[in-house]
């Protein structure tokens, strides 16, 4: 016997009308009705009796009410138990490590979903270029790691994330720069006048917007604004961000609850 059908009977019972209780079920009449045609059918006994427009009900109807209304009491109790217990389960701390890039955000989103369903959870953000993020990881000082693609993940564990990374140059504002840069397109990679190299985008900024140089970056990457532009490269590249965590290396319960929530997200 299912929990719906009797929360259908105990409403109509304390309503009096199938109509009424409908109304308060929020299903239709004709539903309604061939559900509780269903139900005595399964008992084999009639449960209502019609008097003056309302329905009463017979002496197996009292008896199921009265059971029906216990097993409701303890089914309701049972979940919240369990959903007290849910928000109570997992304790402890997340270390993530993350590059620069649009899935930050995803990662943000999911981390909001995460907490507000274990808010006794705690979490810490690593943020650097995907090397040391990598080395953090292989020695355990991170549980967790959004990684830009390519990158080698044999070692790993990993759920690529949907949502692609578009790779360009982050140039200057000014037409003479990006009359520079599109005169650059299709030279060989040997003919590039390579200046400096960077790990994260913001200290590159200040030196972008002085014409120094050019930075090939990620759209997602924070910290450019009215003063320089973002061109991405043609024909497109683009890559994914992956959520990676060590093969061999055991994980704690709240690491592993927190990649369910990613592979419910994002593994179909």
């Known amino acids: 016997m299912e929990i719906r059908l009797l ?28 559900q509780l045609k269903e139900l005595e059918a399964d008992l084999d006994t009639e449960l209502f009796t019609r008097q003056k427009n309302r329905l009463q009900l017979t002496e197996a109807g009292l008896f199921l009410k009265s059971r029906a209304e216990e097993i409701l009491e303890l089914t309701a109790q049972t ?9 109570q389960l997992f304790s402890g701390h997340i270390s993530i ?7 930050s955000d995803t990662m943000s989103l999911m981390l909001e979903e995460f907490i507000a369903d274990y808010p006794a ?6 943020t650097e270029t995907g090397d040391d993020i990598v080395e953090r990881l292989d020695k355990g000082l991170i549980d967790l ?10 070692k790993y564990h990993k759920i690529v994330l949907p949502r692609t990374e578009r ?7 000014r037409a003479d720069v990006q009359q520079l840069v599109a005169d650059w397109a299709g030279r060989p990679l040997d003919e590039l006048n390579i200046i400096g190299n960077f790990n994260l985008s913001f200290n590159i900024i200040s030196l972008v917007e002085r014409q120094i ?21 043609a024909p497109t590249v683009q890559t994914n961000c992956v959520l990676a965590w060590r093969r061999e290396r055991e994980t704690s319960p709240v690491v592993r609850e927190f990649i369910r929530y990613f592979r419910t997200a994002f593994v179909k």
């Open 7 to 34: 929360k259908y009977f105990v409403t109509i019972a304390e309503e009096g009308t199938v109509s009424r209780a409908a109304q308060v079920l929020h299903i239709t009449q004709p539903t309604l009705s061939r």
């Open 145 to 154: 790691a959004i990684l830009l693609e390519p990158i080698n993940t044999e």
């Open 167 to 173: 790779w360009g140059l982050l140039v200057s504002n």
């Open 213 to 233: 140089g050019a930075a090939v970056c990620i759209e997602g990457a924070p910290g450019y604004g009215s003063a320089t532009k973002f061109i991405p490269f």
């Open 79 to 87: 979940q919240q138990e369990f959903l007290a217990r849910k928000k």
């Open 121 to 126: 959870v705690t979490f810490n953000i690593y």
């Open 97 to 103: 490590g993350c590059v620069e890039a649009d899935n």
